[in-house]
């Protein structure tokens, strides 16, 4: 099976404008989740979607938006950058979404960067 | 507040030592623990997942231990190599259904020839 894809791979915006990643799962997997990693504050958790649901919610501002397409295949958005968002933006995705003993598996991320 | 710390933040050491990270974690209610490698610039590979009613799990040359008793889980690797050169993640999923893990804030390994 292909693993997780994610596009662009490399970004770069200016402050102010708007981006949208995209993460495409691994076959047959419903449920995915979108990462940021920084440098300062590690890893952290964006949110989660499942069959098109978002199922859960990290931290972070409504900037930070999310879809799921009914192929499984994920958004996400952030609107009106800020440098602070420069960063790695991970998608994992799992199979069903419900087993407590399965596996997340990671794409290679998008490297933002915001000017 | 659920939080995640690995210990050491850095280690080198030379080829073919043993060696073991750590991991610990502040609320033991977890579902289950995992442990990656993320290699520079890179994704994350997941190398082993430890369900809360296992106490350790083996896959070639690493062996990783629960206790969440004691919230603590370490990374054994045996007879480290160059390519073992990475930076190694600890992530804990607490709740049924959602796949929301926790990261430490990893340790990075240094395999010298």
């Known amino acids: 099976k292909a693993g997780v894809t994610q596009t662009p791979r490399y970004l770069i915006k200016t402050r102010g404008q708007q981006v949208t990643l995209s993460c495409s799962p691994i076959s047959g997997h419903r449920s995915v989740s979108w990462y940021q990693q920084t440098p300062g504050q590690g890893l952290q958790f964006l949110f989660e979607?499942?069959?098109?649901?978002?199922?859960n919610k990290g931290n972070f501002p409504g900037r930070f938006s999310g879809r799921q397409f009914s192929n499984s295949r994920s958004e996400m958005n952030v609107s009106t950058l800020e440098l602070g968002d420069s960063a790695l933006y991970l998608c994992?995705?799992?199979?069903?979404?419900?087993?407590?003993?399965?596996?997340?598996?990671f794409g290679p991320g998008t490297r933002l960067l915001v000017l | 507040k659920q939080e995640v710390t690995q210990i050491p933040a850095a280690l080198s050491v030379p080829e073919g030592e043993n060696l073991v990270l750590n991991c610990s974690f502040t609320?033991?209610?977890?579902?289950?623990l995992q442990w990656f490698r993320q290699d520079p610039g890179k994704g994350l590979t997941s190398l082993l997942l430890?369900?809360?009613?296992?106490r350790e799990q083996t896959s070639g040359r690493l062996n990783a231990s629960l206790d969440k008793s004691s919230g603590r889980s370490t990374l054994y690797i045996a007879a480290s190599q160059p390519g073992d050169s990475a930076t190694y993640l600890c992530?804990?999923?607490?709740?049924?259904?959602?796949?929301?893990?926790?990261f430490g804030t990893g340790t990075l390994l240094a395999v010298q020839p």
């Open positions: 430890i369900q809360s009613s296992q």
């Open positions: 979607y499942f069959s098109e649901t978002q199922r």
């Open positions: 609320d033991s209610a977890i579902y289950n």
């Open positions: 994992a995705s799992r199979g069903s979404g419900t087993s407590i003993g399965e596996t997340q598996y």
């Open positions: 992530a804990v999923r607490y709740g049924g259904a959602t796949n929301k893990l926790i």
